[in-house]
């Protein structure tokens, strides 16, 4: 059931972590990687994770197990220059964080025979590039895999090992689901916190160095989401319009609902509001989702 | 300059946090404490951080500093309480995260020939509770004061030196300056993740333990600020209605203009704001004010 030889489409964070976290547990492996940027590679060269090529066909030759780890807004025209060099019965798989609209995409480009076989990992930092991988990036973390049916059984079932060797807890589901439950859980915060960073950087009362010096209040939580990768992000929610626009929406009716109540001096339904909201991050940490620690148990 | 006898009103995270970084730095300064609720105090007394009295009137006499360590809601109404025990020329100062409404309100209770100069220290966790202080809270971060052209500048200086001692940097400014500078960086980031917390918490077509499970992509930073304490937030909201209602009307502005961004497929708009908000992070870690480690560093 093990892969012999893995191809890294792409080089950032994501894709040097699953070669670090590959390298710490089984040595034999091949692992080759390529990025069309050369500063990455050769940043990739330097720390040593992974046979790092100079062109897509000898990155992909040979490999028994492709993940495209790049920005989701790329994959089709990546997947496109990749298919020559796929050999048939390969399996393909991506780190995407959208899934519904790149699926369709990528399996357009993918040549007959290839099982294509979409996951995402739950795992990441507001960092980018490859210096930024770690081996233990996937532990205790989600991975969410949403083939089409056609795919065999034995073949998912390689992928979901694959995964679960590098820690995850691997989760099948549609990928229209997948979308909707991420833009809850990751696209709208992310969103929401770029927008509340963009607004204290742009309020001229207040100048930005009273922004940054006094951010521990609160602020400072925001600035970490909203210090990820810019074009990840982009590309993201130009493909997962529908869904992420359907949960802001949401989330402004809320948010205009306490505002009234605010307004209104509304003090009960406020404190029922957030005892409501102080629970939620209970069940967080029981699930093993989030530290017990005060403050994230950060330093500073 | 130093004060012999310092009561703390109120025993929660902050006066706790107060009273164990007194007694790591001094350890003959003389520290009384009140609660009235009995629970606190049993807890408060357990850990002993203080000496805990069963009324206003053991805690504050003999006094030369008053501590005010409540929710800003019932500041006036303490401060009415312990004005018969104040003796003349004491120090009365607070820890209350809204300033101007409280400041008039309290001052109106007081004695005349008390001095009152009004803190905000810029610490704490989502935990609440005598037994969530520690004796470092205040290093490295700000107190901000907020004294009237009243008060004579020995007694800021004594003040000052006050919140130096436990490790705050202290800077002084206008109350009503200091709420609306709060409101961009600690009152619309609560209100905004009480508000994302709310409708995942609410949202029927992704399940509760969905939005649990798949928190590490986003989400779970917001449910930190969302567990902060409800009464605590609840007061802050009630008394700095209008500064907060402006901050969060441009916030809508600012999300509405991504969203309108998202919808007509701008991906150069988004880019440009994205890497804009990255740049702010960076400024945060180099005033240190929060740690440069990739997940606040965080163990999960």
Not at 76 to 85: A, C, F, Q, R
Not at 244 to 266: H, N, V, Y
Request: with cysteine.
């Amino acid at each position: 059931m093990k892969f012999n030889h893995i191809a890294l489409v792409g080089l950032g964070l994501i894709a040097s972590s699953i070669a670090l976290a590959l390298r710490s547990k089984d040595t034999n492996i091949k692992i080759t990687g390529f990025s069309k940027t050369k500063k990455t590679r050769e940043e990739a060269r330097k720390i040593g994770f992974c046979i790092v090529c100079e062109n897509y066909e000898d990155c992909i030759k040979g490999a028994d197990l492709v993940i495209l780890c790049v920005p989701v807004g790329v994959m089709s025209d990546v997947t496109e220059k990749i298919s020559p060099y796929l050999s048939r019965s390969v399996i393909v798989s991506d780190v995407g964080s959208v899934k519904e609209s790149v699926v369709v995409e990528v399996q357009k480009k993918l040549p007959k025979g290839v099982f294509f076989v979409p996951a995402h990992p739950l795992a990441g930092t507001e960092n980018s590039g490859p210096s930024s991988g770690f081996a233990t990036l996937f532990e205790n973390r989600y991975c969410i895999i949403t083939p089409s049916d056609k795919i065999p059984l034995e073949i998912i079932k390689k992928v979901r090992l694959f995964w679960e060797k590098l820690g995850s807890n691997v989760i099948e589901m549609e990928a229209k689901h997948h979308d909707l439950v991420l833009s809850v859980t990751s696209h709208a915060p992310h969103l929401i916190a770029f927008a509340m960073v963009g607004v204290a950087d742009d309020f001229s009362k207040v100048t930005n160095s009273e922004v940054i010096n006094y951010s521990a209040a609160g602020f400072r939580d925001f600035t970490r989401l909203a210090a990820s990768d810019p074009v990840m992000w982009r590309d993201i929610f130009l493909n997962n319009k529908d869904a992420a626009l359907e949960i802001l929406g949401r989330f402004t009716e809320e948010l205009f609902t306490l505002q009234k109540a605010i307004r209104k001096k509304d003090g009960d339904y406020l404190l029922k509001y957030f005892e409501r909201t102080r629970k939620i991050r209970r069940s967080i940490i029981s699930a093993g989702q989030d530290t017990a620690e005060p403050n994230f148990g950060r330093k500073q």
